[in-house]
């Protein structure tokens, strides 16, 4: 079964991917969030000519000769716009022998433990602590995900002593048996890292994500050494070699690939099982609710080191308005603070035909 055809549907904010082959079967995959309609030039580009052609159902090979063909152009757009391939690929193997990606790669479907994941940072603490109390009555959450400091904010606030009121007024009002995770997003030096660090150990916060400028590991591993909670990271990084080196000085306790960012689920296993031998879970990043979420949903109920949760965002329209109707139905209904993989073929979502309607349209054939 080879490649034939393979179609770009996408927006400045989202590109989906469909693969034909010459038997006439099909999946559904999708480029990374964000800049979507230049990553889709890249796949039509510099993908598709390397894969057109070639086997739709053993691809290992087809995604280490793009790198290869494409050498000279290593990092983010490159791995985003395989990540369609990739994804495209999966969803098509498991449409193919009628099973879910999960089991695919040695999982099994079902429910799915989820954390709630703010992405605000322009929200005030109060606001903060109610939606979330209002979430976990709503919905059964039993782990949160708030904003401390700014993004790469070198040590300022997003205004003066918000992380000092936020940290405490939203830790004891979720009190005891939940889970508090906060996110850095790059923000701090190591000493001021390691200060707030010290407050959020004392507030019960477990997961400390993005402490320092993401690319800086030994500033990372700097605050790693010196706190007993968890210090998190790797959502950015895209290249193996920066994996490599981030697990092998343990920058991090654990690690947080981006399927999307990564170059897609194959390249995640690889990092994941990298992970695994240098005994780290992995908790992804998983920041919107695109197909990076359905992916990583697969992902975590296959691989041995997954960390305790998903990711999943909880901004609606005000937040996220590209990510309304993308798909039929509710892929990500929350249930008991779980959300559950599908047992049906490849990643189980339906593409809405009237997003895909009103998408920019690219093709590219053998
Ligand atoms: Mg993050």
């Not at 152009?73 to 193997?93: K, N, V």
């Not at 999982?107 to 109060?126: E, H, N, V």
């Not at 939203?170 to 906060?182: I, T």
């Not at 390249?267 to 240098?278: G, I, K, N, P, S």
Request: negative net charge; proline residues 6%; aromatic residues 10%.
């Amino acid at each position: 079964m080879k490649i034939r055809r393979l179609e770009t549907f996408c927006n400045p904010y989202v590109g989906f991917v469909r693969v034909t082959t010459d038997t006439g079967a099909q999946g559904w995959g999708q480029v990374s969030t964000y800049h979507a309609d230049i990553t889709c030039t890249v796949f039509h580009r510099q993908i598709a000519p390397h894969a057109l052609g070639t086997d739709a159902l053993d691809f290992a090979d087809t995604l280490l000769r793009i790198n290869e063909r494409e050498h000279k152009f290593p990092g983010s757009y490159l791995r985003r716009a395989t990540t369609g391939l990739d994804t495209a690929l999966w969803d098509l193997r498991g449409r193919v022998e009628g099973k879910p990606v999960v089991e695919l790669i040695g999982g099994r479907p079902g429910r799915l433990r989820a954390y709630a994941s703010s992405m605000k940072r322009d929200i005030t603490p109060q606001d903060e602590r109610d939606r979330f109390l209002r979430l976990r009555d709503e919905k059964g959450f039993d782990a949160f995900k708030w904003r401390v400091g700014s993004e790469c904010g070198r040590d300022a606030d997003e205004w003066p002593g918000r992380t000092e009121e936020i940290v405490p007024l939203v830790a004891r009002a979720l009190g005891d048996g939940v889970d508090k995770l906060v996110d850095a997003n790059s923000c701090y030096s190591p000493a001021r890292a390691i200060q707030v660090g010290r407050m959020l150990e004392a507030e019960g916060i477990g997961h400390f994500e993005e402490p320092c400028p993401y690319w800086e590991f030994q500033q990372t591993k700097e605050v790693t050494d010196a706190l007993s909670l968890d210090v998190t990271g790797g959502e950015q990084d895209c290249e193996f070699t920066a994996w490599q080196t981030m697990i092998g000085m343990r920058a991090v306790d654990i690690v947080q690939p981006d399927v999307m960012y990564l170059g897609g689920l194959s390249r995640t296993l690889q990092v994941c099982a990298m992970a695994q031998a240098a005994g780290l879970p992995v908790t992804p990043h998983a920041a919107n609710l695109g197909l990076v979420t359905m992916c990583t949903m697969h992902l975590l109920r296959a691989i041995p080191n997954a960390g305790k949760y998903l990711e999943l965002s909880i901004e609606g329209p005000d937040y996220y308005p590209w990510q309304e109707g993308l798909f039929l139905g509710d892929p990500f209904a929350v249930d008991g603070g779980h959300v559950t993989i599908p047992d049906t073929p490849g990643w189980g979502v339906d593409i809405n035909p009237d997003w895909l309607d009103k998408a920019s349209y690219q093709v590219s054939e053998v």
